[in-house]
């Protein structure tokens, strides 16, 4: 039965979903007769086996040992808060770059610790064996769940590595993946951030561009430069237009299998109620920003993060508008709808899930507004107001019946925030919080209760200077007052803030139960089961949703369409750099915040660049967030590149894979080393780099 | 009256259709206040006048003046037909550039005319003199048409100059305007197509951009150079980011004055209809492409063509899909109806014209398959034969009863088409009409008397098969001898293609009566009647519609957000140039038909080239087509660059002026000198150039 289910279904969705290239597959099963086919090339055993041992886990990313004697490369924005740690006032590495020019000048990052994926082991049979028949559904959850936790211990007092318990294809598999961790990780070059991220948030996302985002960290253990079991040799030669590459690295999160229903309201609802809001506080900040130097250093921060968020979101419309790709969505489920209906089995589990999906998608379209809107409104202030609010509150309740963020395991980061002593501006609070109730008043209507009850009749204006100029939460000491208070110092409180608190929390409890208990669990069970009916019917010719764990993506150095009407080039060289840098005006006019400016010695040092060395290029490799810092491979398991982005008009990725337009970008090799050679001092790095 | 209801107006657009730096000016009518107010800068008589001689019209285009001894810039495309004709086979000048090391060496190109605008007067008065009271509609628009032609015949016995007359504002105005017309016109230096169009049609719009698009000619009178009465010398100092801008030229047509109901046509039905069928034609010539070599060298040229019109066409409707735009058109149609509603004469002449109009788009849009679809479907064979199975019957009627095509002023040039020696490829033709045949029958159905008559229930590719190998039509003897055979040899001819014409006519004529009858002549009727409105509300205020004659146009230098997610730099430079030819590869993998690769001296000369040197810039003017190799004017009246394009994002503006998207692409001066000096062996012109 399954194997018919599968044969029609694979027939039904060969040109869907299935299109080539396509995918982040997990090692034990990469497609290696489709890649063949496809290019001519599949990785062996020992290669995959290099690639998986060179490869690392950064937090938030990826890296790759380079060198014989420990060098790992990642992203620069990968590595960049850890060239913050070890940077002070009088060094500042983030600004100013930093190589070692010895190994003793190599700079431990306390704290950092790097995983390699050292083996995994497939524990489905043994997770599932847990359950026993007749077992209620919550019972046999239950004994899964501790199936694995005892399975990830018992691995990790065998073998003394970490272990990590891993959930494939919503639950169709389940794995024990052993790390080896690197505790002891130190800065060893990276270039000047305006270079890294040359072009700053106007560039970001998109192509043709010009960031040497790398930075170099060496792995030391026992005092010494680690020798790892494998690393990735700097190839001596770079891509060509056409050459194939592969990618390992570790994908964040995906929305792929979403239902149409799910995604046509992320392209008609979700997304462009998003993007209208964050126009507004756009809008705003830039109101107050005009006010004074003052504030507009302040809203510069928010500014670009909102427009950040506004190109992403953007760019993810762009690719859910274009018809093909919602019209492939629909043709896979209509393939698999007609394949649970064969299945009687299936068919009563999971045959009812599109329609509970699409009744729970029209729920989330009554709730947008409330469940957009009823919130701190983007004040910093009102926030703490509402944790310290509920603190008493939630830790009075068994951990089970809490909010998740009171939770056991969050309750501490929640109690760092409030405590973070970063400090607060005011104005520009204020600000925010003003637009934000001025929004809500405007789309809720002067009469919805939670309007009426945190206005009371008087402008979103007024209301915001009079909890902001009279709140004290501002100061550190006075949140900490109230937190360790407790209930009683917060009854007591008379503070307008908390006070705005008060009139919000009921509402924005009522919102946040009615997302979670009529939206978001129906999405995860009845997508769970719709999971559970695609693993059935496809098994493992499909690659599991992304779960920050290693995977493998290929496809070929290749041009896209731009959103511009031309076609993207292959590569860009150093001659581009400086290009973009005088096309803006130079150092001298540092138009748009100085974001094509360059460090004096790029100018400097400029003529002894060869400037025809590629910089970065284009291929197109399935990647997404996670796969920051991850190793660009050849065909030799060579290092050709370093990936840290994915273009603008390929944004539509994270819901659907589209072949014309999903392009990541990487730092090309030739790059690096032009880089490190000509300008960075850091010939001796790259001498070890190249060596064999 | 007249002033009450031009404020109130005023008021109501000032926001809207009045945009800071938006119009295409005429000469008398520059708005120098509004220029001052917003740029500090407004060119005085002496300016104008100076801008106005230099300044000259090609065929198609503009160039000007910029050498005391008749140097005559213009852009390479706009000369290129010019530059052909004086290459041979042995001495290919589009390919392999040009430059006359002496004068002696300055090729003639026979029959070339430039003109310059010498002077202009405002007849209006005497126009509408002729009209005598109580005349009916008709007899007052001959009496006019009779008026103006005589004015122009009486001025150029007088003044020996080239006059034209000129209607403005849909005959809010009349003039005429005097040329000088220079005959003598000789080719100077031109760079190699490759550099000029440097990218190629998939570049073609896009903007950052790296074409030399310039070529010099020189004028002579008398066989000796001329020195014309002004020029506009080389600037010694090129912009920054942020100065003004003024350019000259001729802009040739836009849409910006067609109602909201007739551009949500264009946006919901006209352009996707006209895109989804270039997407198949696309189609039907890539699959014909690929059925051998010789097959896809006669596709290329057809396959650049559509993409070319696509992407003209979806950087229209892109203007048009912003909400914003559209808003705007809305905005002033409602306020130009509330003062047409005040206005008694005019309620009672314009106040039913927008309904009449929106009667109309409705007729075009149930219209629109069959105006579309009866056609010769995109053969060159059928097109002639419909002509030949035409001409006997149209040339027997009085000639204000013909079509278009054969009235008196037409059917010379009907007949040279025919007669046109350029080989006919059977192959393509074949393709491209079994492709149009079939679009017939899926757009229409089967059972649509005109997929009947052509297809007779026969498959389309069969059709087409026995009409394209059994005509004689690609020969050119054989049209000359129907041509002359007259209508007794076409009524003896068995030709298969003219069978399939004759089956074709009667469908073609009735839908091309029907949208002349019930769509063109509504248009233009009330199309008109809205001007007289909107030019007795608004009078002078407003710019007239492009018309081909002399304009200017004003605005800085400055970036926009392009449709890749970033700003777009404001200059480009040689480095540019290099990086984008290396990033396809350079010449060795000349990837997309070659569009990126650079001629050979171009890499051989390029240690000479100071390659930090502007290449490109961008400017908020307002352009369109016309102004093709317009030059482009400092606040000084100094030439700092030739305008050559503008860019996909701002193809809009052909409907509606966007000041966030609206950017015109100009070579810049210091480009074309370096590339004189440096490259083009034609220092002595530079130095011509700069002389002051």
Known sequence: MRTLLRSSLLLLLAAGTLRSDEGMWTFDNVPLQKMKAAHGFAP???????????????????????????????????????????????????????????????????????????????VTARVNGAVKPGMAEAAALKARQNALSELRKAEEARTGLTCEPVTLYQGGEYWIYRYKKFSDVRLAAAPEVQVASFGGDADNYTYPRWDLDFALFRVYENGKPYTPEAYLPFAAEGLKIGDLTLVTGHPGTTFRQQTYAQMRYARDLGIPY?????????????????TSPEARRLAADPIYGIENGQKRLTGQLLGLQKDANLQKVLEAEKALKAAVAKDPHMKARAGGSWGAIEQAVARQTSLLKESSLLDARNSALLGHALTLVRLPQETAKPADQRLPEFAE??????????????????????????????????????????????????????????????????????????????????????????????????????????????????F??????????????????????????????????????????????????????????????????????????????????????????????????????????????????????????????????????????????????????????????????????TAR
């Not at 006032?89 to 995983?115: H, N, S, Y």
């Not at 964050?278 to 900040?285: D, G, I, W």
């Not at 939670?450 to 550190?476: I, S, W």
């Not at 010695?601 to 810092?629: E, K």
């Open 44 to 122: 062996d055993a020992a290669w995959l086996k290099k690639a998986q041992l060179a490869t690392l886990r950064f937090p938030g990313g990826t890296g790759a040992f380079v060198s014989r004697d420990g060098l790992v490369i990642t992203n620069h924005h990968v590595g960049r808060s850890a060239i913050a740690q070890v940077s002070s006032a009088q060094r500042d590495f983030i600004k100013d770059g930093f190589t070692a020019a010895t190994r003793d000048q190599e700079i431990k990052v306390p704290g950092l610790e790097l995983m390699m994926l050292v083996s995994s082991e497939d």
């Open 524 to 689: 995860s069970e009845h997508g769970g089961r719709l999971a559970e009916a695609r693993f059935k019917a496809l098994g493992k010719t499909q690659y599991p949703d992304a779960t920050f764990t290693l995977r493998l993506s290929y496809g070929p150095v290749a041009t896209y369409p731009t959103g511009s009407g031309t076609k993207a080039q292959p590569f860009t060289t150093f001659l581009g750099l400086y290009d973009r840098h005088l096309g803006w005006g130079g150092n001298t006019v540092a138009a748009e915040g100085g974001a094509w400016t360059l460090p004096q010695r790029w100018l400097d040092r400029r003529s002894r660049i060869d400037l025809d060395q590629p910089f970065n290029f284009i291929y197109a490799c399935d990647t997404v967030g996670g796969n920051s810092g991850s190793p660009v491979l050849n065909t030799r398991g060579e290092f050709v590149g370093i990936n840290f982005d994915s273009v603008f008009e390929g944004q539509g990725g994270y819901y659907v894979y589209d072949p014309d337009t999903k392009r990541s970008v990487a730092v090309d090799v030739r790059g690096i080393l032009e880089s490190l050679r000509k300008v960075m001092d850091a010939g001796h790095l790259a001498d070890e780099l």
């Open 409 to 522: 395991g969050s309750l501490k980061a929640t109690r760092a925030r409030l405590t973070n002593p970063r400090p607060i501006e005011k104005p520009l609070d204020q600000a925010r919080l003003a637009a934000g109730l001025q929004e809500a008043l405007e789309e809720l209507g002067a009469q919805h209760p939670f309007v009426k009850a945190l206005l009371g009749g008087r402008a979103p204006e007024a209301v915001a200077r009079e909890a902001v100029e009279g709140t004290r939460l501002h100061d550190l000491e006075a949140r900490k007052a109230l937190l360790e208070g407790g209930a009683a110092a917060l009854a007591a409180c008379k503070d307008p803030m908390i006070a705005l608190a008060r009139a919000l929390e009921p509402f924005n409890r009522r919102v946040r139960q009615q997302v979670e208990r009529e939206v978001a669990s129906v």
């Open 274 to 290: 998003r993007l209208k809001s964050l126009e507004r506080q756009k809008q705003a900040l830039q109101a107050f920003a005009a």
